[in-house]
């Protein structure tokens, strides 16, 4: 034993510990690249980034090595913790960039932009900071890199480097520049798609192209229909490579679903293969968000005629599992967004006599506890409607507008938020009307008209809001949306001529 403890002591100390291989970071002892062990962080089955070396995962064989020039380059990239680092491997690399470096670079500048350590509220320091990142000069060049890499060599993309670009396009668009880079992916995933390679995929990079295309509102039937037709065989023995749908885990089915919805796409078999997967593993291992996104999404699908019918099928018994859930997790366990979405999904159903209404609308009138710490430990006050960002508000409102719901109170409690304002975002009290966007604007004109509310103090202040308004920069359906509220009411006659006169003059067709 004590020879045994002294050998065992110098392989210990003579021997890299990365070639012995290890049980929480490899299912197999498999040699580490040079570049891998930069980081041990990084030597993960499960890490995205590892992907290049761990062919011994997806069927056998040994890592490939790194090529001439770029091992160091790809090492860089591994361990890049700013977008300067990024740009400074690039700048630095002999020859062209691989698949591999360019998807890693751009999936680093996204989730530098996406930092939540920014000042400012998360959202708009998000947003300023992808500005700034989309502003820099190095930024284009990379994405015309990205294109040509796609439109040249998009076989030589491995599937985790395409589901990464995806998410990274996706999380650094604003709705420009990326997209030729969007387009030209979404080729090569369709080719991969008619020739049967999707099978190989895993379900989190299907899951992420989902995603990403979603994210983008992307309207096209071809990724949402090679995505179905890839589900779909995952049902049955008949899948090849990639896991059967039934291993699939909760925010992958979710994606799945959210993102097809996004797109517009008609893929009713679609949703209905993940909603029946769903049901027969229960909510109970879903998160709140993945719960919501589910709902909303199955709920707000397309499909195709004749599948109308078996749609509310599967989405009533989706939303009786959602209401069991909620129930037993305690409506207070869901964000303000995620309470939103539920009650929209309800809403769409038309599912008015639903229980949520009356615990989601005791939740949101509860006092909010006044020191953080009681904020934490105590389940009621929350999430209280102050807590809402606009465009929360505006779908929580709406829904209990549609299906009139809401007591005296709760309708009053709302009325004096939107008229005197609140905390909200990191804005001062008293701003929150005027700091709405115009679709946000125009959904809570809607909700209070909708519920019978739009008069008195809330109508003036309303009114008031849209005469400050510069109105010509409003699309055309706001306005008309907004002169149908508020034209029957005579105290808002002069928001009434000013809404008239914006759509006259304002854009083609106005009148």
């Known amino acids: 034993r004590i020879l045994g403890a002294i050998l065992a002591a110098f392989l210990l100390a003579v021997l890299p510990l990365e070639s012995l291989g290890s049980a929480d970071s490899c299912p197999r002892a498999i040699p580490v690249p040079p570049a891998a062990r930069l980081s041990r962080r990084i030597w993960n089955a499960g890490d995205p980034l590892a992907a290049r070396f761990l062919p011994a995962l997806r069927g056998g064989g040994e890592p490939k090595p790194a090529k001439d020039g770029e091992s160091g380059t790809l090492a860089q990239l591994l361990v890049a913790r700013d977008v300067d680092a990024v740009y400074a491997a690039i700048a630095t690399a002999k020859g062209e960039l691989d698949a591999e470096c360019l998807s890693i670079a751009m999936h680093r500048i996204a989730k530098n932009a996406m930092s939540k350590t920014q000042p400012g509220p998360e959202f708009q320091g998000n947003l300023e900071l992808r500005k700034k990142t989309r502003a820099d000069p190095r930024f284009q060049p990379l994405l015309e890199k990205i294109e040509t890499a796609l439109s040249k060599h998009g076989k030589k993309f491995t599937s985790r480097s395409m589901a990464m670009l995806a998410w990274a396009l996706a999380k650094m668009s604003l709705h420009d520049a990326v997209t030729p880079s969007l387009r030209t992916l979404e080729k090569e995933v369709h080719r991969r798609g008619k020739n049967g390679l999707l099978g190989e995929w895993l379900p989190q990079e299907l899951a992420m192209v989902a995603w990403a295309y979603g994210t983008e509102r992307w309207h096209s039937t071809t990724i949402a229909a090679d995505l179905q037709t890839e589900v779909l065989a995952r049902q049955t023995d008949s899948a090849k490579g990639g896991p059967k749908l039934e291993k699939f885990k909760a925010q992958e089915l979710k994606d ?59 989405l009533a018994a989706l939303l009786e599992e959602t209401e069991r859930e909620v129930s037993r997790r305690g409506a207070g366990k869901y964000d303000p967004m995620q309470l939103s979405q539920v009650l929209d999904a309800c809403v769409a159903a038309r599912r008015f006599s639903s229980h949520l209404f009356p615990i989601f609308e005791a939740l949101a009138m509860a006092p909010r506890p006044t020191s953080p710490k009681a904020r934490i430990t105590q389940k009621e006050g929350a999430i209280n409607l102050s807590r809402f960002r606009p465009q929360e508000l505006k779908d929580f409102l709406r829904s209990f507008a549609v299906a009139k719901k809401g007591s005296e109170a709760f309708w009053g409690l709302a009325a004096d938020l939107v008229i005197n ?25 809607e909700a209070f008209s909708l519920a019978g509310r739009l008069s008195g103090a809330t109508l003036n202040a309303l009114s008031a809001e849209i005469l400050r308004r510069d109105l010509s920069t409003f699309e055309v359906g706001s306005l008309a949306s907004l002169l149908f509220h508020v034209e029957p009411h005579y105290e808002a006659k002069e928001a009434t001529k000013a809404l008239k006169a914006a759509g006259a003059g304002g854009k083609p067709g106005g009148g």
């Open 421 to 445: 304002g609140g905390p909200e975002m990191g804005k001062e009290v008293g701003s929150r009307l005027t700091n709405m966007h115009e679709v946000e604007f125009v959904g809570i004109v």
């Open 256 to 314: 799945l679903v959210w993102g097809a919805t996004r797109m517009g796409a008609s893929v009713g078999p679609l949703y209905k293969a993940v909603s029946e997967a769903v049901i027969l593993r229960k909510l109970t291992m879903f998160k709140a968000q993945e719960t919501a996104n589910l709902v909303w999404g199955i709920a707000h699908s397309k499909v195709e005629k004749g599948e109308e019918e078996e749609k509310s099928v599967y």
